[in-house]
């Protein structure tokens, strides 16, 4: 037999250097590891931070009511972290407690002692007209958590604030004078008697009687709102006027005014709550519909959270699902999970909510990293190891147990993730919405984790670039890639 001259050697050689590191079976994504190396160090490096702080929010395009949203990176130094993996350990250790006070939430709602939030009852008096609102939202992380922040005007005088947008809470508050025990925030701490438009609620109101831990004092309602994660808020149940950017605002939006604050929330003047309770944001302004897009976690830059805004022609939709149990929580119809453009092995029922309200999964914008229940989590995980069995593997890291060495590398193919939804549609998943780096020396780790709780969760890194709208009306959650 002849042996292959040079020439076919060298063919045979660049042939060999074009395989890709995943399975040839396999739909691949490219993941751009030295842009995602280079943002871990910039991260870190106060002088561009202020650089790009300085640049101007961007201001809502449609007619809707919108406040800028903003990721905590973009507001605060992380001199406190002396590198990235420090930061990534705080982020994922602050995640981790996130998921802990939802998962007790639900405990307590199934068990019938729905103690941290709201019992449910019928909207208020004071609502907005159904025009659109909207407001810039930011990604909240240099404290260690994966929250992002709505810069958000209260009171007559408006004053600005930066207040965590939250999916999983009923209820607003925010810091207030006097503080018998406030922590840390950017902004000055909201002062009562500096705004004409403040007022108290009477403990015979309808928003107080809706209060499942509260008491009167004065004949002035007194709220309480605790976490599951040792966090908590206590003060007085008031209205105060919201102030929407440039795009409007809103009279007597009942919020709590707190005392006393303890937790994780430092850097956040307070809450903005989303949930599907009848005193979070959208129910008080009776709005339609709202979206958000967070930017990536690691970014300077800001997007907006809107409300009654329509959703971009490209959106890939989902039926939004209630639980009678548990109303707060936006629950979204899903199916299951492709790796490299093929479904997985999981039954259906794990994904879906049960006669008890157990399981189901729900979309949360305070969660980083996605939490499947171990069964599903197993699938993805063994799925994406077979498919990506030429990519150097590395040891596992916090609650990550499936990270790949790309130290030497600056782009890298990788097998595509994706979430299918009731009705057949996919959403695809960007490299950077499942694989991130954990330190600045080209550790990267595939972003989900397993729970034994019954209940999924999509976190906000798999969210990241992508406008996540729900339409409140036709009860539909849509996905919209690449409309920051």
Same mark, same amino acid.
């Given at each position: 037999?002849?042996?292959?001259?040079?020439?076919?050697?060298?063919? !045979?050689? #660049? %042939?060999? *250097? $074009?395989?890709?590191?995943?399975?040839? @079976? /396999?739909?691949?994504?490219? &993941?751009?590891? +030295?842009?995602?190396?280079?943002?871990?160090?910039?991260?870190?490096?106060?002088?561009?931070?202020?650089?790009?702080?300085?640049?101007?929010?961007?201001?809502?395009?449609?007619?809707?009511?919108?406040?800028?949203?903003?990721?905590?990176?973009?507001?605060?130094?992380?001199?406190?972290?002396?590198?990235?993996?420090? !930061?990534? #350990? %705080?982020? *994922? $250790?602050?995640?981790?407690?996130?998921? @802990? /006070?939802?998962?007790?939430? &639900?405990?307590? +709602?199934?068990?019938?002692?729905?103690?941290?939030?709201?019992?449910?009852?019928?909207?208020?008096?004071?609502?907005?007209?159904?025009?659109?609102?909207?407001?810039?939202?930011?990604?909240?992380?240099?404290?260690?958590?994966?929250?992002?922040?709505?810069?958000?005007?209260?009171?007559?005088?408006?004053?600005?604030?930066?207040?965590?947008?939250?999916?999983?809470?009923?209820?607003?508050?925010?810091?207030?004078?006097?503080?018998?025990?406030?922590?840390?925030?950017?902004?000055?701490?909201?002062?009562?008697?500096?705004?004409?438009?403040?007022?108290?609620?009477?403990?015979?109101?309808?928003?107080?009687?809706?209060?499942?831990?509260?008491?009167?004092?004065?004949?002035?309602?007194?709220?309480?709102?605790?976490?599951?994660?040792?966090?908590?808020?206590?003060?007085?149940?008031?209205?105060?006027?919201?102030?929407?950017?440039?795009?409007?605002?809103?009279?007597?939006?009942?919020?709590?005014?707190?005392?006393?604050?303890?937790?994780?929330?430092?850097?956040?003047?307070?809450?903005?709550?989303?949930?599907?309770?009848?005193?979070?944001?959208?129910?008080?302004?009776?709005?339609?519909?709202?979206?958000?897009?967070?930017?990536?976690?690691?970014?300077?830059?800001?997007?907006?959270?809107?409300?009654?805004?329509?959703?971009?022609?490209?959106?890939?939709?989902?039926?939004?699902?209630?639980?009678?149990?548990?109303?707060?929580?936006?629950?979204?119809?899903?199916?299951?999970?492709?790796?490299?453009?093929?479904?997985?092995?999981?039954?259906?029922?794990?994904?879906?909510?049960?006669?008890?309200?157990?399981?189901?999964?729900?979309?949360?914008?305070?969660?980083?990293?996605?939490?499947?229940?171990?069964?599903?989590?197993?699938?993805?995980?063994?799925?994406?190891?077979?498919?990506?069995?030429?990519?150097?593997?590395?040891?596992?890291?916090?609650?990550?147990?499936?990270?790949?060495?790309?130290?030497?590398?600056?782009?890298?193919?990788?097998?595509?993730?994706?979430?299918?939804?009731?009705?057949?549609?996919?959403?695809?998943?960007?490299?950077?919405?499942?694989?991130?780096?954990?330190?600045?020396?080209?550790?990267?780790?595939?972003?989900?984790?397993?729970?034994?709780?019954?209940?999924?969760?999509?976190?906000?890194?798999?969210?990241?670039?992508?406008?996540?709208?729900?339409?409140?009306?036709?009860?539909?959650?849509?996905?919209?890639?690449?409309?920051?």
């Amino acid at each position: 037999m002849r042996k292959p001259d040079m020439a076919s050697r060298f063919f !045979l050689f #660049l %042939s060999l *250097l $074009t395989i890709s590191a995943v399975t040839a @079976t /396999a739909t691949v994504n490219t &993941l751009d590891v +030295a842009s995602a190396v280079k943002k871990t160090i910039d991260l870190l490096n106060p002088t561009l931070l202020q650089e790009q702080v300085e640049k101007t929010a961007p201001e809502s395009t449609s007619s809707s009511l919108s406040f800028t949203l903003h990721p905590r990176s973009s507001i605060h130094h992380n001199n406190h972290h002396h590198d990235y993996e420090s !930061l990534t #350990l %705080s982020r *994922l $250790t602050r995640d981790s407690h996130r998921v @802990t /006070a939802l998962t007790t939430k &639900l405990n307590f +709602a199934l068990a019938g002692t729905n103690k941290s939030e709201l019992k449910p009852v019928v909207e208020t008096d004071s609502m907005f007209r159904p025009e659109d609102l909207s407001t810039p939202v930011s990604s909240g992380i240099s404290q260690g958590s994966g929250e992002y922040f709505a810069r958000v005007g209260l009171g007559t005088p408006v004053q600005s604030y930066y207040m965590v947008i939250d999916t999983g809470s009923d209820i607003n508050w925010l810091q207030c004078q006097p503080c018998s025990d406030c922590y840390q925030q950017t902004d000055p701490i909201y002062n009562p008697s500096a705004s004409t438009s403040y007022g108290t609620l009477p403990c015979s109101s309808q928003q107080c009687s809706s209060l499942e831990i509260t008491a009167c004092r004065s004949d002035v309602c007194l709220y309480q709102v605790s976490y599951g994660d040792g966090s908590f808020t206590v003060g007085d149940f008031v209205t105060e006027t919201v102030t929407f950017g440039n795009s409007g605002s809103v009279p007597k939006v009942a919020m709590g005014c707190g005392h006393d604050n303890e937790g994780l929330f430092v850097g956040a003047g307070g809450l903005l709550a989303l949930g599907g309770g009848p005193l979070s944001l959208p129910s008080q302004i009776k709005a339609t519909s709202f979206s958000y897009c967070l930017v990536d976690r690691d970014s300077k830059t800001s997007s907006t959270l809107e409300f009654n805004s329509a959703p971009p022609a490209n959106s890939v939709t989902a039926p939004l699902l209630r639980n009678a149990r548990v109303k707060t929580y936006l629950y979204v119809g899903m199916t299951g999970i492709t790796v490299g453009g093929r479904p997985l092995s999981i039954p259906s029922y794990i994904f879906a909510v049960d006669a008890s309200g157990r399981g189901g999964v729900i979309v949360d914008s305070g969660t980083a990293v996605t939490r499947l229940q171990t069964q599903a989590y197993n699938s993805l995980r063994d799925a994406f190891t077979r498919q990506a069995r030429n990519l150097k593997p590395t040891d596992g890291f916090s609650l990550f147990d499936t990270c790949f060495d790309f130290s030497e590398m600056t782009r890298v193919a990788v097998p595509t993730v994706g979430f299918t939804f009731t009705g057949g549609k996919t959403l695809s998943l960007k490299p950077e919405n499942y694989l991130i780096p954990v330190d600045s020396r080209g550790k990267f780790c595939l972003a989900f984790a397993p729970t034994d709780s019954s209940l999924s969760i999509i976190g906000n890194v798999q969210q990241q670039g992508t406008r996540v709208g729900y339409d409140l009306t036709k009860s539909v959650v849509s996905f919209s890639p690449n409309n920051c």
